[in-house]
């Protein structure tokens, strides 16, 4: 079972970038579909970007299309999701996450213990 531990979340302006990172342990994850989810309080986890096993497909929802992109590294075992131009309503807790195929990228089996991105106006 792949293990996920995000980092790279903290509090910044509106504007800003940040730059999270997943890193996983116990299988590689070229065996997966990754995604990053989001939940802000008192909203449902959604999901934000998910790219395919090698990189290839990807999918943003709308809200983020044009400023997040999410990339992986297989070599490294390490998912990324760089967020430019930040807005307060970017403000949740993120979340990696792992599904088997790329058609279930929204319904994964493994999640990461997340990282709280604050964006401040």
């Known amino acids: 079972q792949v293990q996920l531990d995000e980092s790279g979340g903290g509090l910044v302006q509106a504007g800003d970038s940040l730059r999270l990172s997943c890193a996983a342990s116990?299988?590689?994850?070229?065996?997966?579909?990754m995604s990053w989810f989001r939940q802000a309080p008192g909203k449902e986890r959604d999901v934000v970007a998910a790219i395919n096993y090698r990189g290839i497909s990807t999918y943003y929802a709308d809200p983020v299309k044009g400023r997040f992109t999410i990339s992986r590294d297989n070599a490294k075992n390490t998912v990324y999701l760089q967020m430019n131009s930040l807005k307060p309503e970017d403000t949740a807790v993120y979340y990696c996450?792992?599904?088997?195929?790329?058609?279930?990228?929204?319904?994964?089996?493994?999640w990461g213990q997340g990282t709280q991105v604050t964006v401040s106006s």
């Open positions: 116990g299988r590689t994850i070229s065996d997966y579909a």
């Open positions: 996450a792992a599904a088997a195929t790329w058609g279930a990228y929204a319904r994964p089996h493994t």
